[in-house]
């Protein structure tokens, strides 16, 4: 884990503006900056950056966060690389608390000998013509073969003896370039098409080797290493990205050659896994990305059981109001074969026509059983409860809930009540209870706790508010009490990313950007607090002034005269300062 306090330390050092300029041209625009957005397609810029407050926000499409959370966003890095790519750049070492897993890091120069492996094979391919007629035969331009830095490794033993300085070198072990056994040294890539596997950074970490003619295996992928974690990774992401952006689309395919040959007839936005189901992460990095994901796959019993595993690992990460698709085609063809025949134009046409997760996933529980008996109806609710109720994106977990339960013949409440999933109930105020506190003036006391955090220090020890309003600023309030010296709006702002309070804070981003520099937020913040007192006093002199004097009990009386005092040097106080 990365301490906060050096997550504080980093974004103090940086400048945003900087940081975003390095892939997104900026204008000033008065006190901020503007640019048309990076994560969706727009002719007039929305994209906000305050330098003031460190963090963008834009207007179309919702964008925002911090430093960190641009690179995370634009880049499609989880939180830990953000950070390492960030730190680097001003010139930190990150440091890591101590936990129950290792940590490993990677020497600069296990980058270096990859890419030496990649000039290598590279230039073997240039003089191999029967490793180029295999490319052309399978309908690739040396252009684009070129863009994939695509390769090939000779049919010998011991080929890096003349790309390396020492053969003997740990390293090339190390990354997988070579096996090493029974005191032998061997190439692990021999008479392949080699495919250089690619991070986010442009660096390369592993390669993954397909076969000319006959044999087996017929894919051959670097092993886990200390550069490259299957998991994690995807082939063609790098050369993907900004086709990603552009379309808000990204097809996950099986094979390289799948990626190669969409990218060959214009469909530049696919991606690979790498010899493994789709993970977790995979899918969260896609999210980050674009706004639809779609899932190819053969339509063969391979396809539709890496297609179950791909569902079942994106339950987690869904999110409401973005997509995720399954594609499955006919048995004959995989994307490769299927483009190559019948064009760029008809495979796009079936991927505007995806089966939506939430149709897949319901074709697949009905598909189990048989709803005209009683125990197929039961057999449904069990089969789907584990899959519904791992998503946590609450609206769709709903509709969802909503289809199943009318296939199963029961009422919502009914299936809820059988899953101890808590209903949702709206909450509806007794006449006879203390007036809620309004909900604009509390998000109106959240926004200056945005624009300066340590204002929640003048809020008094028994402070309470009502509602997501008040639960976000008393969560705030804790936070700070915790973390003294995080006192910024780019901390706050990264602190709360990804937690129930993380809407209302955006919400509070922007509307700063529209009040402009000049705001007075310490008047605001005193006069939002002494209003709302006053109410709180208002309302419960109300309720007491409701049961009369003789009806209070003599505690309640003393209260009564405390408040009515209060309430009198309130007004005193309004009167002068009117």
Known sequence: MIPKSFIQDLLNRLDIVDVIERYVPLKKAGANYVACCPFHNEKSPSFTVSQSKQFYHCFGCGAHGTAIGFIMEHAGMG???????????????????????????????????????????????????????????RGLSGEVAARFGIGYAPDDWQNL???????????LVETGLVIEGEG????????????PIINVRGQVIGFGGRVLDKGEPKYLNSPETTLFEKGHELYGLFQAQKAIRAQQRVIVVEGYMDVVALAQHGVDYAVATLGTATTPYHVQKLLRLCEQVVFCFDGDKAG???????????????????????????????????????????????????????????????????????EGRSALLKHAQPLLTAIAAPTTALLLRKEVAALAGVEQAELEALWSIKPVVARRSAPQRARRANPSALRALLRCLVMQPELAQQLPPDWKGDGAEGAAIMALA????????????????QHFRGTQHAPLLEAGQAEILHLGEDFNVGTEFADILQ????????????????????????????????????????????????
Do not use: C
């Not at 490993?104 to 391919?125: F, G, I």
């Not at 987690?316 to 973005?322: I, R």
């Not at 134009?345 to 009905?366: C, W």
């Open 79 to 137: 939180f830990v690389e953000a950070v390492e790519e960030l730190a680097r750049g001003v010139g930190l070492t990150v440091p890591h608390e101590q936990s129950s897993s290792p940590q490993h890091k990677v020497a600069p120069d296990l980058y270096e000998l990859m890419q030496s492996a990649t000039r290598y094979y590279r230039e073997q391919l240039k003089k191999t013509p029967r490793a180029i007629e295999y490319l052309k035969g």
């Open 161 to 171: 003896k003349s790309a390396v300085p020492n053969y003997q070198d740990a390293s």
């Open 184 to 195: 032998k040294r061997y190439d692990r890539f021999r008479d392949r098409i080699m495919f």
């Open 304 to 374: 539709q059981k890496a297609a179950w595993r791909a569902l079942e690992n994106a339950l987690p990460q869904l999110q409401d109001g973005k997509r995720i698709g399954f594609l499955f085609l006919p048995e004959e063809h995989d994307p490769d074969t299927y483009i190559r025949e019948f064009g760029s134009e008809a495979f796009e046409h079936e991927v505007e026509n995806s089966l939506p997760l939430s149709g897949y996933l319901l074709r697949e529980l009905t598909a189990q059983v048989d709803l005209k008996t009683q």
């Open 478 to 493: 804790d936070w700070l009490n915790e973390s003294a010296d995080e006192t910024s709006s780019a901390a706050l702002i």
């Open 531 to 578: 209003n709302l007192r006053r109410e709180a006093i208002e309302s419960e002199l109300s309720e007491l002034q409701a049961k009369g004097l003789d009806g209070m009990s003599a505690p309640e009386r003393a209260r009564y005269e405390v408040l009515s005092a209060q309430f009198r040097m309130l007004k005193a106080v309004r009167a002068a300062s009117a």
